[in-house]
Each structure stands twice: as C-alpha cells, then as structure tokens.
C-alpha cells in the first residue's frame, strides 16, 4: 500500500475509535502505540529495552511516558541523586516538583540533583503553590514564582501549573485571576522563561469546566489530572461529598479539546499496591509475574492523550520496577481493561477512605497523623475486618479486638490517634480528596470504641 494511502488507512481507523486529531497524530508518531519512539539524546545507540515516549503536541518535544513525581523524596541530597541519575540514564525525563511538597526542600533537592546534567536531558515541572489565602496577592505569589527558579537552577520552566485547581470559583478568582496573575504567568509563556502553562485539578468540576470552556483564551498546553481504573468510574463519590467528575469525564472533555495529559495518582496513593488478596489473586492469574502496580501502569498508559505518568519513586526498586514497565510500555488488552472494570467495580463496593496519602492534611494542630488513620482503616477493610458484623455475631469480639491490637500497632504514639482529633476543620480545604476529614476520624473512634 502507498505511503499517502495507509497514512489515509490509518486516520480513518482512529476516527472511528473515537480518537482526536492531536492523539492520533502522537499515536502515528509512536508507531505502533506503545512501540519505541525515536530515540531521545540520551538513548541514542540503544536497541532495545528503550523507555516508551509521546509526543507533546505544541513543541514535538519527546516525552518519558513515565515521569518522576518528587513529592515524597528521601531527604539526603546524596539518595536523590542516585535515584535522579538511574532515571535519566534510563530514559526517564519528566521531572515534577512544587514548592509546596517538603516544605521547599523537594525543589531543592530536585534542582541540585537535575543541575548535575545537561539542561536538555529533563524537563522539569513546577507550580504556583499560593493556596494559601495569605500568598493572593500579585507580589506574593511572584516571589514564589521567582523562588521556584531559584531552587530548581533553571532559567526557563518547562511546565508549569496552576496548582490543585478545584476550590471553588471564589477561590479560583482569588488566587489566579482578580489578581492579575494568569496574565502574568501568560506573558511570562510569551516571554519563554514558561514553555508550557497547565493546571492540576482536584474537586470541584464547575473549575476544571470554566478554564476549558477559555482554552480559546489561554490555550492550555496540558492538563494535570487524577486518573486510574478505579477513578475512571468511581470517583464521583468521595469522602460523601460528590464532585461529579469521574476520569472518564476529565479525559475525554481534554481530548476533544486536544489537551494532553498528565496523570497523577495512577496507584491511588499506592492503594493498588495494598489491594484485597481475592483481587489481587484474579490478576495473577492471568499474570503471575506482574505486580499490581504494573497492571495500573498499563492501564493508564494505554491511553494515547496521556503524555506523561508520574509516580512518587522514593525507592530504587520503586524506580528500577516503574522503569521496566515502561520500556516499553505494553498496551493492555481489552480483555484486561475487562477484567480491570471487574476489579474497580469490586473495589467500589468496598467503604475505604479515599486517602491517598499526599499529606496536604498535615501537619495537624493537633497532632493526629492523619494518614496513616486512615491508611490503617482502609488495611483492615481490604483485610476484611471491617465493617464490623453486628455485636450479636460469633466473631465480633474477635474482629473489634484485632482491629484495636492493629491500630496500636500501626500508630504507637496515642498522640497520633483520631481520639485527638477536635473537630477545628483546618485540614478540609486542604485535602483534594474532598474527604470530610473529622467525619472520618469521629467513625474510626466509634469503631474502637464499640461494645
């Protein structure tokens, strides 16, 4: 078949999948999706085991379909830049980072480890972290801005975000736009010292909707947003307070929009690294040799508008893992995004805590770790200790006594206890979850204390 007619071929296909104009150029520039993509300066003279890569549409810059989340990184300059090297030697490039995370010390350590290489081997990523109503003001979240180039040693950001868009639009007015600055984080794209302005979204959708519906205004190079096989249905509903936005929504309304995007909690918080024996036992069966973590990595990069996945690698056999399932990448098949849907479904079902442990809570004034309450509580759910049956049945006493032995165990420090927790509220318009935080730690105090 000739060139003009297979490449005619193969747009006609992907139109029928559903598939948008910008995808379908990242998927023919990847063929065949999920293959090898064009070498990247630093795999140059490799041949196989090569990291997986998508296009970003505006510049055709090459990006590592896995990215380096580093929210949660060791805080030993040394351990960070073990882990840093081992990525870029093997192909990862995305790199992402805000001032929020560490209290400032993850952008130092990102900066200080990524200075070690040439500008062009990463890309890093960095946001405007004013959600506090005290840094509002123009100068104040300028002095952040120019904080971030400081800490990162660079002189231009490659993507930039408006960080945990979905507060409200009385928020959103407040800290991004009665204030002038997206105007200026605008003409700072036009400057160059940004090369890709984005937002991360979390909460409400009525946000996340308004700035799509003025991509004409701002032109949104990419979109950061939570997705993973159980979010794709089943996020609606979290904490008892609705956000209707599944990830289904989010990522279609961008693709029909020919927004990229990248994906944030693709593990859930690691929670499908910890799932119920039954519904990890249904995946090894068809793939013995692969860790859950794998499966929700394939799934999330079997969807071509996906231009990068970050994961929080604080460990080197995190890394070496992640790595692997990249390069590349294996496409799921429908037969596994089948089985996955099952699962998810399954896991609806299930009455956890839609933690995932970001720690945005934290600290508390209180001191309760909030956290690990809560990543206690979802362990014994998937361990099925919870709920509790009714006081009247054979094992009740048996399962009230394991879960208070296991608390204790978990949280050793009473300080740290949900009993601790006095109801102030200060972590709520923090969590991006949405979870009615007090609530929850007023159900785990009811459970230890039933009779």
């Given at each position: 078949?000739?060139?003009?007619?297979?490449?005619?071929?193969?747009r006609e296909f992907l139109r029928r999948l559903g598939i948008g104009a910008g995808s379908?150029?990242?998927?023919?520039?990847?063929?065949?999706?999920?293959?090898?993509?064009?070498?990247?300066?630093?795999?140059?003279?490799?041949?196989?085991?090569?990291?997986?890569?998508?296009?970003?549409?505006?510049?055709?810059?090459?990006?590592?379909?896995?990215?380096?989340?580093?929210?949660?990184?060791?805080?030993?300059?040394?351990?960070?830049?073990?882990?840093?090297?081992?990525?870029?030697?093997?192909?990862?490039?995305?790199?992402?980072?805000?001032?929020?995370?560490?209290?400032?010390?993850?952008?130092?350590?990102?900066?200080?480890?990524?200075?070690?290489?040439?500008?062009?081997?990463?890309?890093?990523?960095?946001?405007?972290?004013?959600?506090?109503?005290?840094?509002?003001?123009?100068?104040?979240?300028?002095?952040?801005?120019?904080?971030?180039?400081?800490?990162?040693?660079?002189?231009?950001?490659?993507?930039?975000?408006?960080?945990?868009?979905?507060?409200?639009?009385?928020?959103?007015?407040?800290?991004?736009?009665?204030?002038?600055?997206?105007?200026?984080?605008?003409?700072?794209?036009?400057?160059?010292?940004?090369?890709?302005?984005?937002?991360?979204?979390?909460?409400?959708?009525?946000d996340f909707d308004w700035l799509l519906d003025h991509h004409g205004e701002y032109h949104?190079?990419?979109?950061?947003?939570?997705?993973?096989?159980?979010?794709?249905?089943?996020?609606?509903?979290?904490?008892?307070?609705?956000?209707?936005?599944?990830?289904?929504?989010?990522?279609?309304?961008?693709?029909?929009?020919?927004?990229?995007?990248?994906?944030?909690?693709?593990?859930?918080?690691?929670?499908?690294?910890?799932?119920?024996?039954?519904?990890?036992?249904?995946?090894?069966?068809?793939?013995?040799?692969?860790?859950?973590?794998?499966?929700?990595?394939?799934?999330?990069?079997?969807?071509?508008?996906?231009?990068?996945?970050?994961?929080?690698?604080?460990?080197?056999?995190?890394?070496?893992?992640?790595?692997?399932?990249?390069?590349?990448?294996?496409?799921?098949?429908?037969?596994?995004?089948?089985?996955?849907?099952?699962?998810?479904?399954?896991?609806?079902?299930?009455?956890?805590?839609?933690?995932?442990?970001?720690?945005?809570?934290?600290?508390?004034?209180?001191?309760?770790?909030?956290?690990?309450?809560?990543?206690?509580?979802?362990?014994?759910?998937?361990?099925?200790?919870?709920?509790?049956?009714?006081?009247?049945?054979?094992?009740?006493?048996?399962?009230?006594?394991?879960?208070?032995?296991?608390?204790?165990?978990?949280?050793?420090?009473?300080?740290?206890?949900?009993?601790?927790?006095?109801?102030?509220?200060?972590?709520?318009?923090?969590?991006?979850?949405?979870?009615?935080?007090?609530?929850?730690?007023?159900?785990?105090?009811?459970?230890?204390?039933?009779?």
């Amino acid at each position: 078949m000739k060139t003009k007619e297979l490449d005619k071929s193969r747009r006609e296909f992907l139109r029928r999948l559903g598939i948008g104009a910008g995808s379908a150029m990242a998927l023919m520039a990847l063929e065949p999706f999920g293959a090898l993509a064009k070498p990247s300066r630093h795999d140059e003279g490799k041949s196989d085991n090569r990291m997986t890569y998508r296009v970003q549409h505006g510049s055709g810059e090459q990006i590592s379909l896995l990215g380096f989340g580093m929210m949660r990184l060791p805080n030993n300059q040394d351990e960070v830049n073990t882990l840093v090297d081992y990525a870029i030697e093997h192909g990862v490039n995305y790199f992402d980072t805000a001032p929020m995370y560490m209290g400032g010390q993850s952008e130092v350590l990102t900066g200080n480890a990524l200075s070690r290489h040439p500008r062009e081997k990463y890309f890093v990523a960095t946001k405007m972290s004013n959600q506090n109503r005290r840094l509002w003001s123009l100068d104040e979240s300028k002095r952040m801005y120019e904080q971030s180039f400081e800490r990162l040693k660079v002189d231009h950001i490659d993507y930039y975000l408006l960080h945990s868009i979905g507060g409200g639009m009385e928020t959103l007015k407040g800290r991004f736009l009665d204030n002038g600055l997206l105007d200026f984080l605008l003409k700072e794209r036009e400057a160059g010292r940004i090369k890709h302005l984005g937002f991360s979204y979390h909460g409400d959708v009525r946000d996340f909707d308004w700035l799509l519906d003025h991509h004409g205004e701002y032109h949104w190079d990419f979109v950061q947003i939570q997705m993973n096989f159980l979010d794709w249905r089943h996020a609606s509903l979290r904490g008892g307070r609705r956000v209707d936005a599944d990830a289904e929504y989010l990522y279609n309304k961008l693709e029909k929009l020919d927004i990229q995007c990248v994906i944030m909690e693709p593990l859930r918080g690691g929670a499908f690294g910890r799932m119920a024996q039954e519904l990890t036992d249904q995946l090894k069966k068809q793939r013995p040799n692969d860790s859950t973590a794998r499966w929700a990595f394939r799934w999330v990069g079997s969807y071509p508008n996906v231009l990068t996945t970050l994961s929080g690698m604080n460990r080197m056999e995190h890394l070496e893992d992640n790595v692997a399932t990249f390069s590349p990448l294996e496409n799921c098949t429908e037969a596994e995004n089948a089985l996955l849907a099952s699962i998810a479904d399954q896991m609806s079902g299930f009455p956890t805590i839609p933690c995932t442990t970001c720690e945005y809570c934290m600290p508390c004034p209180y001191g309760v770790n909030i956290p690990a309450n809560f990543a206690y509580y979802n362990e014994a759910v998937r361990d099925h200790i919870l709920p509790l049956p009714d006081k009247q049945d054979a094992d009740f006493n048996e399962r009230k006594q394991k879960f208070a032995e296991g608390y204790r165990t978990a949280l050793p420090d009473p300080k740290t206890w949900a009993q601790s927790c006095e109801d102030c509220e200060e972590c709520l318009s923090k969590c991006p979850q949405q979870i009615r935080i007090p609530n929850q730690m007023a159900r785990i105090v009811e459970t230890l204390r039933k009779r």
